[in-house]
């Protein structure tokens, strides 16, 4: 008897699945892709996904509703990524690429014009706050060309590795923490039907009223009372930068 011969299109055996998990997505891209296939790529994959991502959040990313907007089977996409966790790698890789070179002078004045940009880009893309895990600490090229960037700046000042690699830590931690918390806020808003500042402190005022009636926040109630800037996130932004930029000069004497 004959014997049969194996399809071209047979999935791949077990050892070839552990491999392709082992190997990073990024240095599978690298390979090229099959000439039939050549209308879907990476890229394309990432831009379709942004483009959910920014008008319905995260959650509306799936496998199939990304095949159906790109056109494809819904296997297709497989071929580049293994899920949406990949996916989103490639979502946070290509929106980095957002972020313009700094022509700035001087360190402090490329850190700052980083993370203003930065806090930009996640205004811009609210889904960079809920990232799973995986993609939110995923090393990918135009992060990692971010990074080193940042760390280029502060190369020539006479510091450790470890130091500047803390510097631009700091930063990095008091950008996403800030702007996580606006984007935060700007959902509360948008949950509750509120499109004002003014909606918003409607709404929050019985709470506020009656903490404030307590008598135990008085320096609270003074910011309340005396504070101009308030609606104001972006000087809020800026200022906090400042001082953490000030902070690092004096501690390293410059």
């Given at each position: 008897?004959?014997?049969?011969?194996?399809?071209?299109?047979?999935?791949?055996?077990?050892?070839?699945?552990?491999?392709?998990?082992?190997?990073?997505?990024?240095?599978?891209?690298?390979?090229?892709?099959?000439?039939?296939?050549?209308?879907?790529?990476?890229?394309?994959?990432?831009?379709?996904?942004?483009?959910?991502?920014?008008?319905?959040?995260?959650?509306?990313?799936?496998?199939?509703?990304?095949?159906?907007?790109?056109?494809?089977?819904?296997?297709?996409?497989?071929?580049?990524?293994?899920?949406?966790?990949?996916?989103?790698?490639?979502?946070?890789?290509?929106?980095?690429?957002?972020?313009?070179?700094?022509?700035?002078?001087?360190?402090?004045?490329?850190?700052?014009?980083?993370?203003?940009?930065?806090?930009?880009?996640?205004?811009?893309?609210?889904?960079?706050?809920?990232?799973?895990?995986?993609?939110?600490?995923?090393?990918?090229?135009?992060?990692?060309?971010?990074?080193?960037?940042?760390?280029?700046?502060?190369?020539?000042?006479?510091?450790?590795?470890?130091?500047?690699?803390?510097?631009?830590?700091?930063?990095?931690?008091?950008?996403?923490?800030?702007?996580?918390?606006?984007?935060?806020?700007?959902?509360?808003?948008?949950?509750?039907?509120?499109?004002?500042?003014?909606?918003?402190?409607?709404?929050?005022?019985?709470?506020?009223?009656?903490?404030?009636?307590?008598?135990?926040?008085?320096?609270?109630?003074?910011?309340?009372?005396?504070?101009?800037?308030?609606?104001?996130p972006q000087w809020q932004f800026e200022t906090g930068l400042d001082y953490i930029l000030?902070?690092?000069?004096?501690?390293?004497?410059?």
């Open positions: 008897m004959a014997s049969q011969k194996k399809s071209s299109a047979a999935p791949p055996s077990q050892g070839e699945d552990e491999g392709q998990a082992q190997t990073s997505l990024w240095e599978r891209l690298e390979r090229p892709a099959p000439a039939p296939r050549a209308a879907l790529t990476p890229h394309r994959i990432a831009s379709v996904a942004i483009e959910i991502a920014d008008a319905e959040g995260l959650d509306a990313i799936t496998m199939r509703r990304l095949a159906a907007e790109l056109g494809v089977a819904p296997m297709a996409a497989y071929r580049y990524v293994s899920g949406k966790d990949d996916v989103m790698e490639l979502m946070v890789d290509l929106v980095h690429g957002e972020l313009e070179h700094s022509q700035a002078d001087g360190w402090r004045e490329t850190m700052r014009a980083l993370a203003l940009r930065t806090r930009a880009l996640m205004l811009k893309h609210p889904w960079l706050a809920q990232l799973s895990p995986q993609a939110a600490f995923a090393l990918t090229p135009n992060r990692m060309a971010v990074a080193e960037r940042s760390l280029t700046a502060l190369d020539s000042l006479g510091l450790n590795a470890d130091t500047m690699m803390a510097i631009v830590r700091t930063i990095d931690s008091y950008v996403h923490g800030a702007t996580n918390a606006e984007i935060t806020l700007h959902q509360l808003m948008e949950g509750r039907g509120w499109s004002s500042d003014d909606e918003l402190k409607t709404g929050l005022a019985p709470q506020m009223i009656w903490l404030m009636g307590t008598g135990r926040y008085p320096t609270f109630q003074r910011y309340l009372l005396e504070g101009t800037h308030k609606d104001d000030d902070g690092i000069a004096a501690r390293m004497g410059i």
